[in-house]
């Protein structure tokens, strides 16, 4: 029998909670609220003691997957485990109850955290100034593709178009878009790198930038980033780096020295902080000098000072992003994650992600078809098609994964790989959490070989079988009632 839901569970006169005495001045509350917006009834809610709510949430938190309860292979996404010396920095009270109106003077300690934040990513990056704003990698991307507008209207013209490869994530096109610029989609080559050749023929003084991710959605390694930069560059246009897949270049390459202009940064991927649920996020950018004067307003414009300010820009800049300075609890945990491992550890980090991936990859790369068999940085891709032979496709294979209680990972993109898996398995996870994934993949595509409409039912031992998701996503039900 399955546990009583929490409506279920609710009995009239039961109180959970007691509510201090009010002290707002007993007035009516029709003068203190609208009457239209008044209740007429009490709500439909069900009356239930702390220990029925609290028996309720723990029980959901089991049945929840995260990263801390298992393995989290979520290509392209970087769900890696997150410190929880992270956690105890960024709820120290004198971080956690701060203002974003507060005076300058009365929060200096986390001024200089912001500074030398920017300081440190800019260095990783090879890039001159950085800005904290943007408050995800979405934003993030927005804030580039602004800033290139920005400089070519410096220089009189705008320009028309933004150039994206075939594998880039679907954010790309979108900032672009609604940056006001044109998409064109090059292809990529058999290699899954970009195409020279087509890039060349779509090249033009029309162009205002090209947005390559670097390694890119492949787990590939773009080596022609240097001719690449020189095609770009020769136009008049500018270089952009989408910095999703930046935890596998830490203190490897710095993309600035690689010819990027323009680079954001995920702190809630690359920097540990927590990813997933919708936030929170935060996608600061960094650039080249040239590009300084159009940072938003207002930067924090030092590295080592006495005294901490936000500094506003001149008129060249493309203005405030969001309502304050940025998404501030994430600042702190990238910059705990980077002070506490240094440049030797973030290389590290960088180089146990790449051993990782590789590692997993041929493990696997027998029984599933790999599109791309040269070396991969932090994640690869599967293709589903031998399996889809027997009539399995790659979503009967991820829903499978979810009962050896693990996350499936990334499927059906990038869209240049036909029924994709995409497996990123981080630098966090130990040889063992990887042998004990590949053996589970493994299994699985014997099932599908002998006997694939098990994989067609999966997953069978979750809380919720296989929903309909046509239909789920037409009829949805967020409403709760006593039925």
Known sequence: M????LFEMGSPGRRGFSLPVCDVPDKPLEKMVPPATLRTAPANLPELSELDVIRHYIHLSVQNHHVDK?????GSCTMKYNPKINEAMARIPGFAQLHPMQKSGTVQGALKLMAELSCYLGRIAGLDAVTLQPAAGAHGEMTGIKLMRAFHESKGNPRKTIILPDSAHGTNPASATISGYETIQIRSSENGLVDLDDLKKNMNTDVAG???TNPNTLGLFESQVLQIADIVHEAGALLYMDGA?????????????????????NLHKTFSSPHGGGGPGSGPVGVKDFLKPFLPSPILDVCDSDRFDFQWQPGQSIGKLQTFWGNFGIMIRAYVYIRMLGASGLKEVSRNAILNANYLMRKLQGRFLLPHTQHHMHEFVLSGDLQKESGVKTLDMAKRLLDFGIHAPTVYFPLIVHEAMMIEPTETESQESLDHFADIMLQIADEAEKNPGLLKEAPCSTPVSRLDEVQAARVLDVNYYNK
């Not at 897949?245 to 954001?264: E, K, M, S």
Request: hydrophobic residues 50%.
């Open 2 to 5: 399955s546990e009583p839901l």
């Open 210 to 212: 090209f947005m390559l």
């Open 245 to 265: 897949n930046l935890n596998a270049l830490l203190g490897i390459v710095r993309p600035g020295d690689t010819g990027f202009d323009i680079v954001h940064f």
């Open 70 to 74: 298992g393995f989290y292979p979520l």
